[in-house]
Structures are given as structure tokens and as C-alpha cells.
């Protein structure tokens, strides 16, 4: 079968891939010059500025093999080790938050709090058989209650401020006021927090957007070509309208297509196919702007790389940090250092009108707060400004989610195949992504052997 996907991110490269090894001609559209969608690195001198926080962590097992199934665990592989950090009182300070031992130390939290985290392994073992970070629709049935509602309730307010609500903001970037409890249980579940074998955290050797790039090289991509609608053709499949970046219309047809897009993109492409119930979920979709800001640093920050968690209490306009030092492995320079700072959901919102110049000056008075050594060494800064950055999953997004799951089967059954993938179905991270665009390859290939 003809297969379009539109959208060359992680989530539609790792299907394009599956398609193509499962025997399907594929044909990958994307409207910029590039594959890797958010990812990217910007080379500034010696430096390799990722452009997100890249990390990730032993449960990551999609991306992790993905990377070997594509040549690259030499240059990738091992995971740099990467400690986890948190701001106390104004300094960093390691931290442990995947045993319940290093949860009930940490600062801040109360003895009375603490002595709730016996009643975890209980908890855990009775939400388990809901929680699949790659399927997180079938927790719907826990999706009534904030994170913070949720973490005050069993563990006390001194371990939602210095435990819960840093770690959800670091993942989600966003408020646990309004974030669901499903968001927090599907972290500690993905990463096996509080279990015997949990998951250490590191960074890739190479940015990720090498693997997309080596992806690429055996994927028919067409780029400069913008998706415009989908709709179906007159002698049966899908015909794509498109417009080309150097003017003009076309067309493309397939027997199938699937949107690895963002979910406003796949509403507006595939609105004359979609159900009543797809355009409301599509329609309901809550997502936030997102600004980030890459730093290569003169001079090397001490020890381990670091990813340093921002609990609101503390003040700070940075939700979290990713620092690193150079060296052999790294994405800077010996003797060097580069930082990668994700601002606030508030920062972000009182600086929507602001110029990219008082942006950076804004963020880097927070770093010169926390680190004035490093601030005073700033050889490069690459700002980012994403619109839509980042999809909330609140309270009530997981019951869409399921809804949306529903009404997908329900189409299928009836013989459309059309297929959607991306963040705004699984979860923030790379992992999520790619996870999103093989579900989707699944649903595909299952579709196909029924006929």
C-alpha cells in the first residue's frame, strides 16, 4: 500500500520507518528544510546548542532502540550520567527522587509527610493495571483530580511543594493546580519510581537530532512541501492538496495517510474527514506558548551534567536547567559548559509582547542569580519562542483522550485510513513522540491484515 505522512518530527520518521520496513512505499512530507521538528541543535563556534532539554532516562526504551537499531550506540551510547538536582534556599542541591528513601529526604519535607510514603508500594499496585505510558487513554478512570489535589490529599502539602510539583513541572511545564493526577502516576510509573529496578537518567552523546537526520537518509522526504488538506479521492485513498514552497498546487494520493503533525495542524488537515467528536476533541486541545534559551558557556560548570528542577516556591523564572560540561561525550568544548533553560509558564505569559532582547536579558538576571560565574561567561545565546510549545494534559484530558481512542476504532472498523500521531495523544519528550508514530504504525498494520 501508498502511505503519505505528513510531518517529519520524531513521531513521523519512526512511523515512515516502520511503514517502509513492513513492505509499505512511503512518501514523507514536511514544509520546512529539516527533519526532527522541535529538536535541533544550533552550532555556534565549538558548541552544539541543543535547542530543548535533551535528556533521557533508562525507560526510554523506544528511542534507546531505536538509536542501535540505527548504527548510531557508538556515538550515542552509553547515556552521559545525569544527576538530578533541585533548588533549595536559592542553591542546587543532588537529589534522589526515585526511592522513597531519597523522597523522604528532601529538603524541605516534613517527618509527618514523609511517614505517608509507606503507604506507596499499596498505591502503586492498585493503579498499575491502569497505567501504560504508551496507552495513557486507559487511565481515564483516574482522570478527576489535580496533581495537586491528588499529592496533598496522600502525601501532604510539605512533599507536593518539594517532591511532586517541581518533577510534573519539569515534565509537563505545567501548575499542578490544574494538571491531572493521571500526568504525576504515569511519570512514577515510566520511570519506576519507588520500585527495585528504576531508571537513571542521562544524555545522549550525540544530539537526537543526528538519529533523525540518519533516519532520514532512507526515507523518501519531500521538503518545502506544505500539507494545505486531506480528503478523499474519487477513485478511492486520500488525495493530500499541497502547496510548494516555490509557489504552485499539487496533489498526491495514497492509500492511506497519517498525520504525525501537532493536533491543531491535524485538525485543520483532516477537518472534512473528521467526525463531530475528533473536531470537538481537536477544538478542546489546550496547548501553551513555550520559550527556551541556550547558553554556551566560557567557562565549565563543576561535576556532573545537571538537570535542576525549580520548585514555585522558590521564585525563580526557570521551570528547569540542563547544564553541562564539556569534554569528550560532550556537546561543548573541554574547559567549557552550555546551559539549556525552559522558562515559566507565568514568565512566558508576561513576556508575550516583550522583544527577544529583554527576553534573554530577563532570563539571564535568573541565571546570574543562580550561577554568577557561569552568567558572566556567556560566549553565545540562541533564544526560542514556540507558540504552541507545549500540550496540557489538565484534568479531563485523558477522558478525551479515551473518547478520541473510541471514536479512531469505531472510524477504522468502518474502513478509513486515516491515522494520527504526536505529543498531544501521549505525553511530552521524545519518548512519547516516537511512541506515538509506532501506535500508529500498529493501528495501520492491524487494519491492513483485517482487510
Not at 523506544?62 to 537499531?69: H, Q
Not at 561567561?377 to 479515551?402: I, S
Not at 471514536?407 to 511530552?428: K, M, N
Amino acid at each position: 500500500m501508498n502511505v503519505i505522512v505528513i510531518g517529519a518530527g520524531l513521531a513521523g520518521l519512526a512511523a515512515a520507518e516502520r511503514l517502509k520496513s513492513s513492505g509499505h512505499d512511503v512518501c514523507l512530507l514536511e514544509r520546512s528544510g529539516r527533519v526532527g521538528g522541535q529538536i535541533g541543535v544550533d552550532v555556534r563556534d565549538s558548541f552544539r546548542l541543543p535547542r530543548t532539554l535533551e535528556s533521557l532516562h533508562g525507560g526510554d526504551r523506544n528511542v534507546i532502540d531505536w538509536i542501535r537499531a540505527s548504527g548510531l550506540a557508538g556515538e550515542m551510547l552509553p547515556l552521559r550520567p545525569l544527576q538530578i538536582a533541585q533548588l533549595f534556599s536559592g542553591q542546587s542541591t543532588p537529589i534522589d527522587s526515585q526511592s522513597m528513601g531519597g523522597v523522604a529526604t528532601l529538603p524541605g519535607v516534613r517527618f509527618r509527610d514523609a511517614a505517608r510514603l509507606l503507604r506507596w508500594p499499596r498505591l502503586m499496585a492498585r493503579y498499575a493495571p491502569l497505567l501504560d505510558p504508551a496507552a495513557p487513554e486507559q487511565a481515564a478512570a483516574l482522570d478527576y483530580r489535580s496533581v495537586a489535589d491528588f499529592a496533598r490529599l496522600y502525601f501532604g502539602a510539605s512533599l507536593y511543594e518539594r517532591w511532586v510539583e517541581p518533577e510534573v513541572r519539569d515534565v509537563f511545564g505545567s501548575q499542578g493546580s490544574e494538571l491531572s493526577r493521571v500526568a504525576s502516576l504515569l511519570i512514577w510509573r515510566a520511570r519506576g519510581t519507588g520500585q527495585s529496578e528504576s531508571f537513571v537518567h542521562g544524555i545522549p552523546r550525540a544530539p537526537l537530532a543526528t538519529l533523525a537526520e540518519r533516519v532520514a537518509e532512507g526515507i523518501e522526504i519531500r521538503f518545502g512541501l506544505d500539507a494545505i488538506r486531506v480528503e478523499e479521492a474519487a477513485a478511492g485513498g486520500y488525495r493530500v492538496v499541497c502547496q510548494a514552497s516555490t509557489g504552485g498546487q499539487g496533489d498526491l494520493e495514497a492509500d492511506a495517510v497519517l498525520l504525525a503533525t501537532s493536533g491543531s495542524e491535524a485538525h485543520r488537515l483532516a477537518s472534512e474527514l473528521a467526525t463531530p467528536a475528533e473536531r470537538d476533541f481537536f477544538s478542546a486541545l489546550r496547548t501553551e506558548p513555550e520559550i527556551s534559551l541556550s547558553l554556551a558557556l566560557s567557562a565549565a560548570p563543576s561535576g556532573l551534567p545537571q538537570r535542576i528542577r525549580f520548585p514555585e516556591a522558590e521564585g525563580t523564572p526557570f521551570d528547569c536547567m540542563l547544564v553541562e560540561p564539556g569534554g569528550a561525550g560532550a556537546r561543548a568544548p573541554q574547559g567549557k559548559g552550555l546551559a539549556v533553560i525552559r522558562a515559566t509558564e507565568r514568565f512566558t505569559r508576561s513576556h508575550a509582547a516583550a522583544t527577544d532582547d529583554v527576553v534573554i536579558k530577563g532570563l539571564i538576571s535568573g541565571l546570574e542569580r543562580l550561577m554568577p560565574s557561569a552568567a558572566a561567561g556567556v560566549e553565545h545565546v540562541v533564544l526560542h519562542r514556540r507558540g504552541r510549545g507545549r500540550v496540557r494534559f489538565d484534568v479531563g484530558a485523558y477522558r478525551a483522550l479515551a473518547q478520541f481512542r473510541r471514536v479512531q476504532e469505531d472510524r477504522r472498523s468502518a474502513g478509513r485510513r486515516l491515522y494520527f500521531a504526536g505529543d498531544y495523544l501521549i505525553g511530552p519528550g521524545p519518548e512519547s513522540s516516537v511512541t506515538s508514530g509506532l501506535r500508529a504504525v500498529a493501528d495501520f498494520l492491524a487494519d491492513e491484515q483485517l482487510g
